[in-house]
């Protein structure tokens, strides 16, 4: 009997893009559902009453949620193309980055660019963690090292999201300059065949970019 598997999620997400690069990694097949979280469907609420979020997961009638935890649910029922290393430090170590971008940078980045308190405080913040994540890429292609791993789809946002969020809000960190091996991958990433098959079409999530930011300042 073949697996069913289901994804509950929005377009524009790059959580909900975090499952679906992985599942094309894998080669997995599966249904997408796109959610208006502004009016939540009732298979959303039932197979994620505690979140209510996307992505939401379901594999055989089982549901998961949580981006990184579905990806690790995925890497650990589908076992070619693996997203995590086998070897259990460098798996800790790959945990330990992707938290990394989830719990400090991307909250970071967010408050830089839809606005805070503090604003350049923070800019510089989330400059130092570009910083860091910069010096543990080191020479590698890939955070995975020459394959596309869980670091690298974890950081999608970082690769496709924050250059569209630049272009559209004037305000640019993210530069080949100031971060080469950043930026470098950030491209690699972009352009890898089963990644880019998965990303949100640029000028569409431009277009949404733009809508709300636009948003924002005149809310203010």
């Known amino acids: ?30 249904e997408f559902f796109e959610e208006d979280l502004s009016n939540k469907s009732a298979l959303l609420l039932k197979y994620n009453p505690v979140y209510k979020k996307v992505p939401t997961f379901v594999h055989n009638g089982k549901a998961i949620a949580e981006s990184q935890v579905i990806l690790e649910y995925i890497d650990e029922t589908w076992k070619n193309s693996p997203i995590l290393p086998k070897d259990p430090y460098e798996r800790a ?7 990394f971008i989830d719990e400090k940078l991307m909250p970071t980045l967010w408050k830089v660019f839809w606005g805070c308190e503090d604003h350049e405080k923070v800019k ?21 090292g020459e394959t596309v791993g869980l670091v690298d789809i974890v950081g999608n946002f970082i690769a496709y999201w924050v250059p569209r969020i630049q272009e559209a809000s004037g305000l640019v960190l ?28 640029s000028d569409k999530l431009l277009a949404y970019i733009k809508s709300r930011l636009e948003g924002v300042s005149t809310s203010k």
Do not use: C
């Open 1 to 30: 009997m073949a697996d069913e598997v289901k994804l509950f999620g929005v377009w524009g997400s790059p959580f909900s893009r975090r499952v679906e690069i992985a599942l094309k990694l894998k080669g997995v097949g599966y």
């Open 93 to 99: 170590q790959a945990r330990f980055w992707a938290r």
């Open 124 to 144: 510089e913040e989330a400059k130092e963690h570009l910083g860091t994540l910069e010096n543990e890429l080191k020479d590698k292609k890939f955070f995975g």
């Open 174 to 201: 993210l530069t080949e300059e100031k971060y080469p091996k950043l930026y470098q991958w950030s491209h690699e990433f972009e352009n890898h065949g089963d990644v880019k098959v998965k990303l949100p079409p």
